[in-house]
């Protein structure tokens, strides 16, 4: 079987599928070869030199999707909004596409893979279970965009993070409030309070003040009914506006005291929820700053604007996009492994495609396969019926 890695094209992608250390491994396996593109791993510290070392063939884009059978992307056309018509376009029947393909908000992209009978594997929809969380991107891009926030705010931020004592008096300790304590959120949490600041942590997610205590930091709770805000997987469920609404009064004042606001919660599918409205902003000190790691689902802050850094009541708003890709190196190394983890699941021991649709983590990530949406969720947001019960014929993948 001959995998396929092709350069990333989405403006400001850094990352790469595959590095060479995850090319040495895969081709231990009798009957692969891979392909990859020339320059692929540059932007990532991996030179063609490295991959060729590994036993990898160089070769062109149009090489890498012609020949390949299984394509492996950190963008795939369903996330890279620019170019991605064009890879969408060599793509041919029978191929796999593995990638991200941000499926919950763009499903229409599903149906595309299935009407071309491009068989697509979603990596966000890696199942949140023990046996899948060597192949979690979405956990291991998440732990990158955490550490790389603290760094952006502490950049921006009119004070140092640990407390000094001086010849010229005390410096006190920055404070430093992260607002969702996922994995984003928990290594935010480590890194600032690894600089030295006073770091304390909200998530709806009652199970959540356990981790927050694990990492030094200190759990703020208000007084809500959070009985019901854990979702599948672990993720939060997303919350009706009374509950918003009484939650960022509570925490106007907890966010008045912070040098440092950092947010990070994210609902899969939907747009993120406002935590900080334009009053909280107006209530902080002057000189202090927000990084909104939720930018790009349209922001946890309401004065966020994604891809941007403003100033708005004199606090300092950073709404960055594709913060993994900053850290390409690290990114690439966790990707790349993760993938490779998820390709030994696919694959068999004489280098072949096997897909056993059920075991769960197939079962969760196939979002097209042999012309079809086998996804149940998919199906359900493209308004298909269940496949069990097809509407009939060749029509059973067309909307309802």
């Known amino acids: 079987m001959i995998i396929g890695v092709p350069r990333e094209i989405a403006p400001g992608e850094k990352r790469v599928a595959l590095t060479p250390a995850n090319v040495t491994a895969l081709l231990k396996t009798e009957g692969l070869e891979i392909l990859v593109e020339k320059q692929a791993g540059l932007q990532a510290g991996f030179r063609d030199s490295a991959y060729e070392e590994a036993g990898a063939t160089l070769t062109d884009r149009d090489t890498v999707f012609t020949k390949g059978e299984v394509i492996l992307q950190v963008q795939t056309p369903g996330v890279n909004t620019t170019g991605g018509d064009e890879d969408m376009a060599r793509l041919k029947k029978g191929q796999m596409l593995i ?28 199942p949140r279970i023990t046996r899948a969380q060597a192949m979690d991107v979405l956990s291991s891009m998440g732990m990158l965009a955490g550490y790389k926030s603290v760094l952006l705010a502490a950049v921006d931020a009119n004070r140092m993070f640990p407390m000094n004592m001086t010849a010229a008096g005390t410096l006190n300790a920055a404070r430093v409030l992260v607002m969702g304590a996922g994995v984003a959120g928990l290594q935010a949490c480590a890194t600032a309070k690894r600089l030295g600041a006073r770091v304390e942590a909200y998530d709806v997610r009652p199970a959540a003040r356990e981790q927050i205590l694990s990492v030094g930091a200190k759990p703020v709770e208000l007084d809500l009914d959070t009985g019901e805000a854990e979702g599948a997987g672990g993720y939060a469920k997303a919350q009706g506006e009374d509950f918003l609404k009484r939650q960022r009064e509570l925490m106007t004042e907890v966010v008045a005291e912070m040098d440092v606001v950092i947010t990070t919660a994210a609902v899969p599918g939907a747009k993120s929820p406002i935590l900080v409205t334009a009053d909280m902003v107006k209530a902080m000190k002057p000189g202090s700053v927000i990084v909104d790691l939720a930018a790009e689902r349209g922001g946890n802050c309401e004065l966020t604007r994604s891809g941007e850094t403003v100033s708005e009541h004199d606090v300092t708003i950073i709404g960055p996009e594709n913060v993994p890709s900053s850290l390409s190196h690290h990114a690439s190394q966790m990707f790349g492994k993760n993938m490779e983890n998820l390709l030994g699941l696919l694959i068999d021991e004489q280098g072949a495609l096997k897909l056993d649709l059920e075991d769960q983590i197939i079962e969760d990530t196939l979002v097209a396969h042999e012309g079809k949406v086998p996804h149940t969720k998919m199906r359900e947001l493209l308004n298909l019926p269940p496949l069990d019960k097809p509407a009939g014929g060749d029509d059973s993948d067309k909307p309802a």
């Open 99 to 126: 990638g991200m393909m941000d499926p919950l908000a763009n499903p229409s992209f599903t149906s595309k893979l299935a009407e071309a009978g491009v068989n697509g594997v979603a990596l966000e929809l890696v």
